[in-house]
């Protein structure tokens, strides 16, 4: 028996019923607000979506724990601990939902011990349900999925995302580390603007490998769960194991081609989620 399919299936349910709530928003005239910088928005959708997810897993699981972006914004912690805990982007790709550019996602993960026991991506406009338990296969739609098993990152196709940053430094880290991974040379990169979308769109193949410093754990945590059942590897951005909380990673179709990217990236601080930045 399953401990955490009950969780499991009731967070794919909300995670649709969060989708049909978006799809209908971008229907109409979206409000947006700046959060800590004029490229860090927030709508009123975000906080709406992450608020019906907390709040009907709150009613049924009423002693687990939650990190949800929105929350987080407000004040709420973002500490991970041993117990069953839901970790929420109510909206992965609220610029891309700003300019209703298509990549846009509800992202769950669900960690017991600070593991990651499942995965739940839905990329609402595309209609693709990806899921993932721990030892039980990737699937989207319900059809099992694999990485590409690419070896060579000369062949590889890489995602990333780029966009203002308040440090020059960081910005100039952040362009030079792109100018790095394009002479290496590989095939391109890529920029979809949604981090769990990225993730799994390296679980099914459709790219190799994706990279990125400054996130948080709740662009991470589904999609870490959905590429490693998938065949792929997560790691830090210098090479070393993941971090759930380090708010940096690369996620790959093979060992190789991760640790070809973390040779070639420029590390900058930004922070961990658990800690002050």
Request: net charge negative; charged share 20%.
């Amino acid at each position: 028996m399953d401990p955490w399919l009950e969780c499991m299936d009731f967070g794919v349910a909300m995670t649709k019923e969060a989708g049909k709530m978006i799809r209908d928003a971008l229907q109409r005239e979206i409000s947006v607000r700046e959060k800590s910088s004029p490229v860090d928005l927030v709508t009123e959708t975000d906080q709406k979506v992450e608020e019906l997810i907390i709040s009907s897993i709150r009613e049924k699981f009423p002693t687990h724990s939650f990190i949800g972006e929105e929350s987080v914004a407000a004040g709420a912690p973002s500490a991970l601990t041993d117990g069953p805990t839901w970790i929420i982007d109510p909206i992965d790709g609220t610029t891309n939902f700003v300019h209703r550019f298509p990549f846009i996602s509800v992202s769950i993960g669900f960690t017991v011990n600070r593991q990651i026991e499942f995965g739940i991506v839905f990329s609402c406009l595309e209609n693709k349900m990806y899921t993932a338990r721990r030892g039980r296969g990737a699937f989207c739609n319900g059809a099992p999925i694999t990485v590409s098993g690419q070896q060579d990152i000369t062949k590889s196709l890489i995602l990333t995302e780029m966009g203002f940053k308040k440090d020059s430094e960081h910005f100039r880290a952040m362009m030079a580390n792109m100018e790095s991974i394009l002479s290496i040379p590989v095939h391109g990169i890529r920029a979809p603007g949604s981090a769990a979308v990225n993730m799994c769109l390296v679980a099914c193949g459709a790219a190799d490998a994706y990279y990125h410093i400054g996130i948080h754990c709740w662009d991470m945590a589904g999609g870490a769960a959905i590429l490693t059942e998938a065949g792929g590897v997560v790691m830090d951005i210098t090479g070393g194991p993941f971090d759930l909380m380090s708010r940096r990673l690369i996620a790959a179709s093979s060992q190789g081609i991760a640790e070809s990217i973390a040779k070639k990236i420029q590390p900058f601080c930004c922070g961990r989620d658990d800690t002050e930045s």
